[in-house]
T-cell receptor, first 115, second 111 residues
Framework: AQTVTQSQPEMSVQEAETVTLSCTYD???????LFWYKQPPSRQMILVIR??????QNATENRFSVNFQKAAKSFSLKISDSQLGDAAMYFC????????????FGRGTQLTVWP | EPEVTQTPSHQVTQMGQEVILRCVPI?????FYWYRQILGQKVEFLVS????????KSEIFDDQFSVERPDGSNFTLKIRSTKLEDSAMYFC?????????FGQGTRLTVV
């Protein structure tokens, strides 16, 4: 069974500093995708970044990057130069199936950004 | 930028009543989904829909739930006889096969 584990229910970071959110997952597949979604207080789910497992290079989107360790089944999100607007719940997600919309989510990490 | 829209944003209903949650997916997407998030808990998959039929459903999606794409643009989730434990945020998502785009959610409160 596919599971996604986020071991940090809450994290906090000072504005302009860097923070890393952890995620581990379980799968028997060799080729797959992984996603990080952000859920601000508005409750909308917003895709932050995606990683394709067959790519060895870690994905990067502006201030957001991942540290993907396939053998360890680890997929952490690094937020650099944190901004107040980054405060949100962050979910790691693993899709099952080829359409990438059937997602298993972790329990989320609530990120607080201090000015 | 195209987006998934959901209506209403907040619905309050009495226990035992039927509710219909509405979603307009992104127009060229072919795969549609409903998810549920009970307050303080993780987001859970309910059902996926493709080619006018359910392609997969979770154990949560029992006989009280149904989905429909009545007119080629809307995608609805019906809860036939609501229970208190159905109170949650319901998210619609659509996909072109490369990633899922979520709506802003409907907060359902059953009283």
């Amino acid at each position: 069974a596919q599971t996604v584990t986020q071991s940090q229910p809450e994290m906090s970071v000072q504005e302009a500093e860097t923070v890393t959110l952890s995620c581990t997952y379980d799968t028997s597949e060799s080729d797959y995708y992984l996603f990080w979604y952000k859920q601000p207080p508005s409750r909308q789910m917003i895709l932050v970044i995606r990683q394709e497992a067959y790519k060895q290079q870690n994905a990067t989107e502006n201030r957001f990057s991942v540290n993907f360790q396939k053998a360890a089944k680890s997929f952490s999100l690094k937020i650099s130069d944190s901004q107040l607007g980054d405060a949100a719940m962050y979910f790691c997600a693993y899709p099952r199936g080829s359409t990438l919309g059937r997602l298993y989510f972790g329990r989320g990490t609530q990120l607080t950004v201090w000015p | 930028e195209p987006e998934v829209t959901q209506t209403p944003s907040h619905q309050v209903t009495q226990m035992g009543q039927e509710v219909i949650l509405r979603c307009v997916p992104i127009s060229n997407h072919l795969y549609f989904y409903w998810y549920r998030q009970i307050l303080g808990q993780k987001v859970e998959f309910l059902v996926s829909f493709y080619n006018n039929e359910i392609s997969e459903k979770s154990e949560i999606f029992d006989d009280q739930f149904s989905v429909e794409r009545p007119d080629g643009s809307n995608f609805t989730l019906k809860i036939r006889s609501t229970k208190l434990e159905d109170s949650a945020m319901y998210f619609c998502a659509s996909s072109d096969g490369t990633e899922a785009f979520f709506g802003q959610g409907t907060r359902l409160t059953v009283v």
